[in-house]
């Protein structure tokens, strides 16, 4: 009895050992998929001055789509929209923002695609933005009633008057969705992780105490809006 209770505990630990490298393997691939396909977006758009989309299999990191845009935008076809809908799927977008700024009003909409788990935008000038829906679903009412409220939050902490603006117009026009999304993430809306370039860096260190307010200002707006 003593011997078979040490194979299946062996038996056990083996397991556990195959489902920890499996899941290894898995999220390797996922993120090397993923690396490769930021730099043919980057390189491919930087040529271009063009948007391009990646589709990957989050499980295998395989492509399974890919579809070139204009300048601000790539619009959806009926293959991709299909891949999205697909609520057998799980799939993760990598695209490239020529502006290099943070993932917009319509690639967060993108995250209540049954299909979508998670989406990824590289800007020109070294930044980048990633955010990943938290559980299986994210509700379009909840997500465009916390767009809207924490738009009208952080403006409101950015210029309080018509003629009072507490910020450049250039730095709060790039920054003014970086805000929102951070807010967001500090929500529990979505998972959202930001590296900027250090010219942006140094752009926002000035107006850090202003940062904040707007975060927490679109923080407020999402939790209001869940």
């Known amino acids: 009895r003593l011997m078979a209770k040490a194979t299946d505990l062996g038996?056990?630990?083996?397991?556990a050992v195959q489902a920890g490298l499996d899941e290894a393997t898995k999220t390797i691939?996922?993120?090397?998929?993923?690396?490769?396909?930021?730099?043919?977006?980057?390189?491919?758009?930087?040529?271009?001055?063009?948007?391009?989309?990646?589709?990957l299999e989050e499980a295998t990191g395989s492509e399974l789509a890919r579809l070139d845009g204009e300048s601000r935008a790539?619009?959806?076809?009926?293959?991709?929209?299909?891949?999205?809908?697909?609520?057998?799927k799980s799939v993760r977008l990598i695209h490239n923002h020529p502006s290099d700024s943070s993932l917009s009003a319509a690639d967060f909409g993108a995250?209540?695609?049954?299909?979508?788990?998670?989406?990824?935008?590289?800007?020109?000038?070294?930044?980048?933005?990633?955010?990943?829906?938290?559980?299986k679903k994210l509700d379009v009412e909840v997500l465009t009633r916390a767009l809207d409220a924490a738009d009208r939050a952080i403006r409101l902490e950015i210029q309080p008057s018509f003629s009072a603006i507490?910020?450049?117009?250039?730095?709060?026009?790039?920054?003014?969705?970086?805000?929102?999304?951070?807010?967001f993430d500090e929500a529990g809306l979505v998972?959202?992780?930001?590296?900027?370039?250090?010219?942006?860096?140094?752009?926002?260190?000035?107006?850090?105490w202003l940062a904040?307010?707007?975060i927490a200002a679109a923080k407020r707006a999402a939790e209001q809006a869940k």
């Open 74 to 88: 790539v619009s959806f076809n009926q293959a991709i929209t299909d891949i999205l809908h697909d609520d057998t």
């Open 29 to 55: 691939g996922i993120e090397a998929a993923a690396s490769l396909a930021r730099e043919d977006c980057l390189a491919w758009g930087k040529a271009n001055n063009r948007e391009r989309l990646i589709v």
């Open 212 to 214: 904040d307010r707007c």
């Open 191 to 208: 998972r959202y992780e930001a590296i900027l370039s250090p010219e942006k860096v140094a752009q926002l260190e000035p107006y850090q």
């Open 166 to 183: 507490r910020m450049p117009v250039d730095i709060a026009n790039w920054a003014h969705h970086y805000f929102m999304a951070k807010g």
């Open 11 to 15: 038996d056990g630990v083996r397991m």
């Open 111 to 135: 995250l209540t695609n049954p299909g979508v788990i998670g989406i990824e935008a590289a800007g020109h000038r070294g930044s980048r933005y990633v955010a990943f829906k938290i559980g």
